[in-house]
C-alpha cells in the first residue's frame, strides 16, 4: 500500500500514493488512480432487481460519499439529522439550518454477504452549520488502506478508524470552514500524509496531516486574488489529484478562480492557473501528456500542456478549451484518447481526448451529480432519476444496456474486481454475477 503507481506518457507520470493495488480495490474517490478507470474485465453492463444483485443493504441516514474497497470491506460514511424547528429567513449569509442536530457514521458492509459489519458513531454534532438539501452532511468520500479508513466530513471532523476493531486512533475537530453548502471534498492519501482541501465561504486552504498521528505537517493558504468580496463564489469542492511531470511531484488543488500545485511534502506552491469560477468539484486527470481541469460553475473545460506548468501559468499551456455541455458536478473520464463527461443537465459527451474534437453528444435521463466510471470497455454513467446508461468506450454512441434502480443517484460508483458497487439514496449494492 506504500509503493506509488505511476503511469508514464511520454515522459509524464501520474502517482496516487498509497494505491499501488490490483483490480480488486477501490481505495478512494475516482478509485485507484483517481481518474475513475477499474483494470476490471467482465463486469456485469445489465441488471435488475432479480438478475446480477449479490446483495442489497439499507444504509440509515443521508450521505452521497462514494463506496471504497478492500478486500472482504466495503466502506461508506452517513450522517443521521435531527429536524428543528422552522426558522424564518434571514437576510444575508446561509439560511436558517433546520437540523438541529448530525451525528457522523462509518459504515462498513461485508463484501461476500452484505452484512454490516461496523456502524461506527464518530461523534454527534448539535447546531451544526447550514447544508444544502441537496448536498449531504456525508458527501465527501472516505479513504481506504490496509488496517485504516479515513473519514472526512469536512470542517464537522476527520477521523482515522482502525478497520479491523473499528476503534477511532485519532480525530481532527478544528479545522475550521465555513462550507456554506455544506461539505464536499474528499481525502487523499499519499505516502504518510493525509491531504484536505479546505476551500469555503470565509477562509480557503489546503492541509497536509501526519496520517499516522493526524498532526498538522504543513497548510498553505490559498492567496487568491478573488474577483468578488462574496463568500459564495470562493467556494469550491475538489478532491486533489498527484501526478509527476518531468520528475516533479505537484499535488494538484482546484478552488475557485484558480487551480493551485503544490510540493506534496512542503507545500510550496509550485503554479497556479487562473480559469475563473467556482464550485469546482471535478478531479483533475492527466493522460495523452495533457492535465485536464475545469473551472466548475462557468462550465470550461481546459486541456493543459504540462511541461509549461510553471508559476502563473500562461495562456500558451492550454493546448485545447471547449465551453460546450462541460461537466460541472462530476469528474470527467479519459479512456485511451477518449474523454467522456456528462453534465448537469444530463448531457453525455464524448471528445478526442487530444484536440478536443467532439464524436458525440447524446442527452441521458435527468440530472446528474456521479461521475462516470470505466471497466472492461464500457463506460457507465449514473443518474439521479436511478437510470445507469452503460455505453461503448467508442467514438460512436453505443448505448450497450441502460438498468434502474430504485431512489437514484447522487455518490459514483466504486468497482473492484468484477463487481460494481453502487450506492443510491437508501442502499448499496453489490453488481456482479451469483
Known sequence: MRNVIRICTVGICVGLGGAALAADAWPGFRG???????????????????????????????????????GEQVWVTTADEVPGEKEPPKKGGAPPNPVKEVSFFAVCVH?????????IRLRTQKNPAYCH????????????????LYAHFGSHGTFCIDTHSGKILWERLDLECDHFR??????????????LIFDGFDV??????????????????????????????KKAYATPTLITVQGREMLVCPSAECTIAY??????????????????????????????????????????????????????????????????????????????MVSDTGIASCLNAKTGEVYWNERLDGEFTASPVSAGGHVYFCGQTGRITVVSASPKFNVVSENRLAEGFMASPAIADAELFLRTKTHLYSIGKK
Open 204 to 233: 480557503q486552504y489546503v492541509i497536509a496531516l501526519d496520517k499516522t498521528t493526524g498532526k498538522t505537517r504543513w497548510k498553505m493558504n490559498r492567496n487568491i486574488q478573488y474577483s468578488t468580496d462574496n463568500g459564495d463564489y
Open 32 to 70: 485507484p488512480n483517481g481518474d475513475g478507470r477499474a483494470g476490471s474485465q467482465n463486469v456485469p453492463t445489465q441488471w435488475s432487481e432479480s438478475e446480477n444483485i449479490r446483495w442489497k443493504t439499507a444504509i440509515h441516514g443521508k450521505g452521497w460519499s462514494s463506496p471504497v474497497v478492500r
Open 111 to 119: 463484501r461476500t454477504t452484505g452484512a454490516i459489519v461496523h456502524d
Open 182 to 195: 455544506g461539505p464536499g471534498s474528499s481525502p487523499v492519501v499519499y505516502g504518510d500524509l493525509l491531504y
Open 263 to 340: 510540493h506534496p511534502q512542503t507545500g510550496e506552491e509550485l503554479w497556479r492557473f487562473t480559469h475563473g469560477g467556482m464550485n469546482g468539484s471535478c478531479r483533475p486527470v492527466l493522460a495523452n501528456g495533457l492535465l485536464y481541469i475545469n473551472s466548475g460553475h462557468t462550465k470550461k473545460l481546459f486541456a493543459l500542456k504540462p511541461e509549461l506548468l510553471k508559476g502563473n501559468v500562461p495562456k500558451e499551456a492550454i493546448a485545447w478549451q471547449t465551453s460546450k455541455d462541460v461537466c460541472t458536478r462530476s469528474s470527467m473520464l479519459i479512456e485511451g484518447e477518449l474523454l467522456f
Open 133 to 148: 438539501p441537496f448536498n449531504s452532511y456525508a458527501s465527501p468520500t472516505p479513504f481506504l488502506e490496509e488496517g485504516r
